[in-house]
């Protein structure tokens, strides 16, 4: 029994167009800023990762014409944004909305592998630290960037809300509900 | 009475989503090489194996422990600890492959229940019943080797209950002494929790093909858009004799799932999934839809459409050794 391949949504081409032209300094310093607080309520993510918290992680998005280095530095992280292919201890790469989902643990990371939506180069083991500490944490990225909108807040999250409907990116976690 | 659905889960959050999802029971570990998926950032230490059980009690599941590594000589106290520390974390019971550790425990941890797991490979009710007189042991995870048949011909000569894997990976025959991952990396599932350690494996991807070494050997190569296996030996491509093959296995999943009626009819108490290395995205599709099936044959209805396939390696199903039709 064989099946057909996974569909993975297509990263906006706006939104690639508008990486080619955004200065990347203020990006980085505003990621690595919300990457630290995300670290802080999240102190186990970086127990999980082990010895591979000094990791140089490159993270590819394959349709944006960016790349983004993090490095864990446990628990005191720092994310730079790229234009450059990067080197580091392990490669991630794939498609925007596979990345996001993994994220949100709305996609499964071997599933996306089998269907080479996911490539991983490099330091395997890292990156597989990587993914399992990220999965255990249960990230949901929309709640964080609403959570220190104050007054904003709501308005933003109808905006995520359009922009989830609207691209198919994966941009909050799904509900974990009990089934029985 | 409806079969128990037993699941994997390789962290505190995958085990909250099984017991979600409607596992009756999940299996898991602890962070350490005395289990059989000791894989980089997955299990669980002493404090979350105690929440993640208080958490699936207080919903009415189960959770049994996996110690079912082989104890390295003047290290077995490692494994006696992890067993100690099971019953003392609340475990309903211990998954156990190692006669010494199986002896141990039912000497020093008479109330704790044990389970053999499948790294035992135990495949006839002779073998069964002789760990069951012996050490205790109340459930059996039967090796992936046997037919429907066979498993009805073990549930009608023993009391000890069967539980038997429905969907996941598949191993080669002889479970626990497979030496295919020392042989290209010197650690084994046996020994040491992992097969083919993350730490070996490297990827290559050259003008859309990829490549799998494993300690430096070339396992395969997978073509551009071409499903990729998991960098295991047995499912690597080889060339032999002028033909170029999967010579031991070919990389698929087993989904026994429109079998579960004929394993009910077999006397089997248990269905296993595999994969305490996958996510809890994982966890959750196929527990909820294996909790559907189970719960529809119980209530007399037609089994639901299973959705699982693009979860599986190699993107491929099989209903394994259940149906045997050897090439």
Redesign the interface.
């Known amino acids: ?6 569909q993975i949504p297509q990263c906006p081409v706006a939104l690639a167009t508008a990486l080619r032209f955004v200065p990347l300094v203020p990006l980085s310093l505003s990621l690595t800023a919300f990457s630290r607080r995300i670290a802080k309520a999240h102190p186990d993510m970086f127990r ?3 010895k ?1 918290n000094r990791a140089l992680f490159v993270l590819d998005p394959t349709d944006l014409p960016v790349v983004l280095l993090l490095k864990p530095n446990n628990g005191l992280p720092t994310i730079t944004v790229s234009r450059q292919h990067g080197d580091g201890t392990a490669r991630i790469s794939g498609p925007l909305a596979a990345l996001l989902g ?1 994220v949100h ?7 996306l ?4 939506d996911l ?3 490099g ?11 990220i ?4 990230l949901d990225l929309a709640h964080e960037v609403t959570i220190v909108s104050g007054p904003l807040a709501r308005s933003l999250e109808q905006v995520i809300a359009f922009a989830e409907r609207r691209t198919g990116l994966c941009l909050t976690r799904p509900e ?5 | 009475m409806v079969m128990e659905i037993v699941c994997p889960a390789g962290t505190p959050a995958a085990l909250r989503a099984a017991v979600k999802a409607g596992a009756h029971t999940i299996y898991c570990g602890f962070n350490d090489e005395t289990n059989a998926r000791n894989f980089p950032g997955l299990n669980f230490d002493r404090t979350e194996m105690r929440s993640g059980i208080s958490f699936a009690h207080e919903h009415g599941a189960k959770v049994l422990v996996a110690i079912n590594t082989f104890p390295r000589a003047g290290s077995e106290s490692i494994w006696h600890h992890a067993v100690a520390d099971a019953e003392t974390c609340g475990a309903d019971a211990v998954i156990l492959a190692d006669l010494g550790l199986l002896d141990h425990t039912a000497r020093n941890h008479p109330g704790l229940r044990r389970h053999l797991s499948v790294q035992a490979a135990a495949a006839n009710a002779d073998v069964i019943n002789f760990y069951a007189e012996t050490f205790g042991v109340r459930r059996v995870v039967l090796p992936r080797v046997l037919s429907v048949h066979e498993i009805s011909a073990i549930n009608a000569e023993t009391d000890v209950e069967t539980e038997v894997f429905v969907f996941g990976g598949l191993c080669v025959m002889a479970e626990g002494r497979c030496s295919l991952s020392s042989y290209a990396t010197g650690l084994s599932p046996n020994m040491n929790g992992v097969c083919s350690p993350a730490s070996h494996v490297e990827y290559e991807e050259d003008d859309g093909a990829l490549d799998a070494r494993l300690g430096g050997y070339l396992i395969h190569r997978v073509e551009r858009n071409a499903p990729a296996p998991y960098p295991t030996l047995c499912k690597g491509c080889f060339s032999a004799g002028g033909k170029t093959g999967h010579l031991f296995e070919d990389p698929v999943s087993l989904n026994a799932e429109r079998l579960i009626p004929q394993l009910q009819k077999a006397g089997v108490t248990a269905l296993k999934i595999e994969g305490r290395q996958r996510s809890k995205s994982y966890v959750a599709q196929v527990v909820r839809n294996f909790r559907a099936a189970v719960d529809a044959l119980d209530a007399g209805r037609p089994l639901p459409q299973g959705m699982l396939a693009r979860l599986s390696e190699g993107q491929a199903m099989t209903t394994g050794a259940y149906k045997k039709t050897w090439r």
């Open positions: 029994m064989s099946v057909p391949q996974t999980r990762l082990g591979h993994l643990g709305a996609f499964d990371g071997d599933a592998f089998f269907s080479r490539v991983i180069q330091d395997t083991a890292a990156a597989l630290a990587l993914r399992n500490a999965d255990d944490a249960e974990d509900s009990l089934s029985w």
